[in-house]
């Protein structure tokens, strides 16, 4: 834990179990009631995704969010990353709740894992719980789960918590900041937010909540990261209005537009253009689908049923007459952009003159992907519009951006800043940026995942670690958790492939029938010649007369003895450690 004090005469420590003055004086000049307020990040801070956040007074716990992230190159086969849930399974008796800021996969993805394991109510505005709800009836939980709405500026109790849903901004409807009033004072989770002043749903941020809050004191601010690296503001959504409008009226044949498929602002936006424009609106893909149907559902978008038309009708229409709402925007493998990109979806086909747009940002590690789509789709000679910087934007970002982050704090002046949601230059970023508004800001602590972060009476300190990792999700297997150890087994697959040994024995005699066979996938370190081939097979062949009646007996014993050997010989002689996987056969 690295603290900042900002307070004249008052050096900044490091040492986390140091209470820093300043705060401690504060804290202590009120009549606080004996107890521990443990903030514990379960994930979320130093990472991006899997956001999850535990808050404990005594025998209370409530959890802030449970999201996934996608998972990084190395591990192989998997589709999702979700957090360890170990500290709450733990403590299981005492979780009281769970409250979600938003609807998207980083704060709700982990939500059917978390309440398989502990099923306890689920707090969430209308469309978050929409959301919600479709994730677990998927995984067979809907039955047995507690929804629970809330509606921002209604205080609702969970045990010694009270909860204040604040209305934000986000690139998502129906988001909210959480106020929660504990024993030792009120602690102001912002989730993910801007402060947009012209919101396309008419639904202005909360400045005034926020400001209230601020001047009856707030104990701690944790602080969305994510855009702390761009100055300024971030723009309004109704700066995208503009590029929309000018890519309908010339664009002369069929019309794609991809986004993120929570981007209801975005696809509200569209859609009513198209009918403006007199477009018949096709949704191509299950997720922008799915979104869209619960748009609809619960009154984010207007239209009559005869502005939509199925994907099958797309050919009913005239070119100048569709609007194409399309899934993929990050270039995943099989999604509806993307095989439209190669001519292989039986409904989107990208014909010369036609306009894709790509109205999202690139997410981190998923370049490739996107500019491989983005290459295919030119070859199709599509004119494909992407944020390239260009004025007016074709996608603005939901997240507050230097200026905003500074007005949030100046509205709350917190006695502590948390920095949350981010990698750790973005965390020490923030955290410096905070340090420098002395006199707004108390303290300044960073920590990451797995940190406990301990109030009471005479301040704050970090106490230890709680037991925090990841959990990887194959969702095509039968057990859906990929262990570790397959994990490697991909890997070293990936990397050196794998050598089959495959011995024929006599299971009258226990002999050897002929010679082995070699049987080499992937493997690249291999010579060309047949004497590295001969060699191995010599090696398996003398492993096997060397051992004993008893060893050939236990197929489990010399089949470990073959690989063994055979694995030092390929690496003594390629520098290469392939998978070996001996096979016996009984004849």
Request: proline content about 5%; hydrophobic content about 40%.
């Given at each position: ?26 804290l ?28 404990r ?16 190159g ?48 689920i ?51 129906d988001?909210?900041?959480?106020a ?10 912002t ?25 009856e ?39 794609f537009?991809?986004?993120?498929s ?67 925007t ?104 905070a ?25 704050a ?22 262990e ?6 991909r ?19 226990g ?12 493997f ?7 004497e ?11 492993t ?18 073959i ?25």
């Amino acid at each position: 834990m690295i603290q900042f004090s900002t307070g004249a005469g008052t050096s900044a420590s490091a040492a986390g179990s140091e209470v820093l003055p300043q705060a401690a004086h504060m804290l202590a000049s009120r009549l606080m009631p004996a107890g521990k307020l443990h903030i514990v990040p379960l994930g979320g801070l130093g990472e991006f995704g899997m956001n999850c956040m535990a808050i404990r007074w005594k025998d209370d716990i409530i959890v802030i969010d449970a999201g996934m992230m996608f998972p990084e190159g190395e591990l192989l086969g998997v589709d999702i990353v979700v957090p360890a849930l170990t500290y709450l399974i733990e403590n299981r008796e005492k979780v009281r709740g769970v409250l979600l800021t938003h609807g998207h996969e980083d704060h709700i993805g982990g939500i059917p894992w978390l309440i398989s394991e502990l099923n306890v109510p689920i707090y969430g505005t209308e469309f978050t719980l929409a959301y919600v709800e479709d994730k677990l009836e998927e995984n067979g939980l809907l039955d047995s789960a507690e929804l629970n709405e809330m509606l921002p500026g209604k205080r609702f109790q969970i045990g010694p918590f009270t909860i204040h849903p604040i209305q934000v901004n986000h690139s998502i409807v129906d988001a909210v900041s959480l106020a929660i009033r504990t024993p030792l004072g009120v602690i102001i989770h912002t989730g993910d937010f801007k402060i947009d002043l012209t919101p396309t749903d008419n639904k202005t941020f909360d400045l005034q909540a926020f400001a209230e809050y601020g001047k009856e004191g707030v104990l701690a601010l944790l602080q969305d990261s994510t855009n702390v690296e761009r100055s300024g503001y971030t723009p309004s959504e109704r700066a995208v209005r503009p590029k929309l409008e000018e890519i309908f009226v010339h664009s002369k044949r069929r019309l794609f537009i991809s986004c993120f498929s929570s981007s209801i602002h975005r696809i509200k936006m569209a859609t009513e253009m198209a009918y403006q424009f007199r477009r018949k609106i096709a949704l191509v893909g299950r997720s922008i689908t799915e979104s869209t149907e619960i748009a609809q559902d619960l009154g984010h978008i207007d239209l009559p049923c005869s502005a939509f038309i199925a994907p099958n009708q797309i050919r009913d229409y005239t070119p100048e007459q569709v609007l194409v709402l399309i899934s993929g925007t990050q270039g995943e493998p099989l999604s509806a952009l993307s095989r439209a990109a190669v001519d292989n979806h039986r409904h989107a086909k990208i014909e010369p003159g036609d306009t894709v747009v790509l109205s999202s940002r690139v997410i981190p590690g998923n370049e490739k992907a996107i500019y491989r789509v983005i290459d295919h789709l030119f070859r199709r000679e599509a004119k494909v519009i992407y944020n390239d910087g260009s004025e007016p934007p074709v996608h603005v970002s939901g997240h507050a951006s230097q200026e905003e982050l500074k007005m949030m704090i100046n509205l709350v002046r917190p006695q502590y800043f948390i920095p949350i949601h981010g990698e750790y230059r973005q965390l020490k970023r923030h955290a410096q940026i905070a340090a420098g508004m002395k006199g707004l800001v108390g303290n300044v602590i960073m920590i990451e995942t797995g940190d406990i972060l301990e109030f009471d009476e005479l301040g704050a300190r970090r106490v230890g670690q709680a037991p925090v990792g990841r959990i990887c999700i194959d969702s095509g297997s039968n057990s859906d958790i990929v262990e570790d150890l397959v994990i490697r087994d991909r890997k070293h697959l990936s990397e050196d492939g794998f050598v089959m040994p495959i011995l024929a024995i006599n299971k009258l005699t226990g002999r050897l029938e002929g010679i082995p066979e070699i049987v080499m996938r992937g493997f690249a370190g291999a010579p060309d010649d047949n004497e590295f081939i001969e060699d191995a097979r010599g090696t398996v062949r003398r492993t096997f007369e060397h051992s004993t009646k008893e060893e050939v007996a236990d197929y489990g014993l010399i089949k470990e003895k073959i690989r063994v050997d055979l694995r030092r010989y390929i690496n003594r002689n390629t520098q290469r450690r392939p998978l070996v996987i001996p096979v016996i056969v009984e004849i």
